[in-house]
T-cell receptor, first 112, second 118 residues
Framework: KNEVEQSPQNLTAQEGEFITINCSYS?????LHWLQQHPGGGIVSLFM???GKKKHGRLIATINIQEKHSSLHITASHPRDSAVYIC??????????????FGKGTHLIIQP | GAVVSQHPSRVICKSGTSVKIECRSL??????MFWYRQFPKQSLMLMAT?????????EQGVEKDKFLINHASLTLSTLTVTSAHPEDSSFYIC??????????????FGPGTRLTVL
């Protein structure tokens, strides 16, 4: 079973700050997802990546397959970025479950 | 982007009753959908994989006779919580995998259903 660890668990920052959220996992995967969950519970998929780096607007996600580590960065953070950010992995090497295994999430608060 | 809907968004029921939750992929055909559960302050946990036209695959510890899954069409999967009890109160979320994106392909998540069993 894959263990997914996220850090930090909670993060409070000022508007405009550069934010980094980290995710590490224990078993080789074929893809890693970054998700955003708002207070109402709805989940939005931000990125799916299996190598390298992806960028969408102010969000950047990177993954290092060898080190089993991924980071999510938010540039020029804004109060509307306040949410829980969840790392999820799937497609384990050598087969395994189709569904995702989730980290516990990072609760981000951006203060004006 | 693709949209996945869930209905109802919120349900309160009495202990012992059954509750059906629907998950629909609105603009693509999903041969595979997933059902997840999230207890307060905990991470989402996969309950089962729903495959169109075949039996669902349940994760260890999830009772298949209690959580009935039906994936009768390419756009609809249903989860029925039978004889619900207060410990079944949780946030249930479905996701639909985009066909052709592999076993770990793109998944779109529904907005979730908050179930409260009194």
């Amino acid at each position: 079973k894959n263990e997914v660890e996220q850090s930090p668990q909670n993060l409070t920052a000022q508007e405009g700050e550069f934010i980094t959220i980290n995710c590490s996992y224990s078993v080789g995967i074929s893809a890693l997802h970054w998700l955003q969950q708002h207070p109402g519970g709805g989940i939005v998929s931000l990125f799916m990546l299996s190598s390298g780096k992806k960028k969408h607007g102010r969000l950047i996600a990177t993954i290092n397959i060898q080190e089993k580590h991924s980071s999510l960065h938010i540039t020029a953070s804004h109060p509307r970025d306040s949410a829980v950010y969840i790392c999820a992995v799937g497609g384990y090497s050598g087969g395994g479950a189709d569904g995702l295994t989730f980290g516990k999430g990072t609760h981000l608060i951006i203060q004006p | 982007g693709a949209v996945v809907s869930q209905h109802p968004s919120r349900v309160i029921c009495k202990s012992g009753t059954s509750v059906k939750i629907e998950c629909r992929s609105l603009d693509f055909q999903a041969t595979t959908m997933f059902w997840y559960r999230q207890f307060p302050k905990q991470s989402l946990m996969l309950m089962a994989t729903s495959n169109e036209g075949s039996k669902a695959t349940y994760e260890q510890g999830v009772e298949k006779d209690k959580f009935l899954i039906n994936h009768a069409s390419l756009t609809l999967s249903t989860l029925t919580v039978t004889s619900a009890h207060p410990e079944d109160s949780s946030f249930y979320i479905c996701s639909a995998r985009v066909p052709g994106t592999g076993t770990s392909g793109t998944q779109y998540f529904g907005p979730g259903t908050r179930l409260t069993v009194l």
